[in-house]
């Protein structure tokens, strides 16, 4: 498969720009205490976690804010994936600036 830089680069101009995913409706206690700690590897213990700082739909919230994280993460691995897989081709004719 062969791409072409500049119309590669007049696609992606071109193409939808999805909006990143908000965290401003998250509930900032379970954002920065539990979420995080947990998608950098870190241990985060029940006994430790203050539940006065939430109610059960900040953790539905929550639960919609990361399932958006990870479908957005999907879609950039995705692409990823298709860019690397094409293989590069050196141009027939030279090329001077």
Avoid at 14 to 22: I, K, L, P
Avoid at 42 to 60: A, G, M, Y
Wanted: with cysteine.
């Amino acid at each position: 498969m062969k791409v072409e830089l500049k119309i590669f680069c007049t696609l992606l101009d071109e193409a939808n720009v999805e909006e990143s995913v908000s965290s401003k409706d998250c509930n900032s206690y379970l954002l920065h205490h539990v979420l995080m700690p947990l998608i950098w590897g870190e241990t985060v213990l029940v006994k430790n976690i203050d539940f006065t700082q939430f109610d059960r739909d900040d953790v539905h919230t929550l639960a919609d804010y990361y399932e958006s994280l990870e479908m957005q993460g999907r879609k950039l691995m995705e692409l990823v994936g298709a860019i690397a897989a094409i293989e590069p081709e050196a141009c027939k004719v030279r090329r001077f600036c």
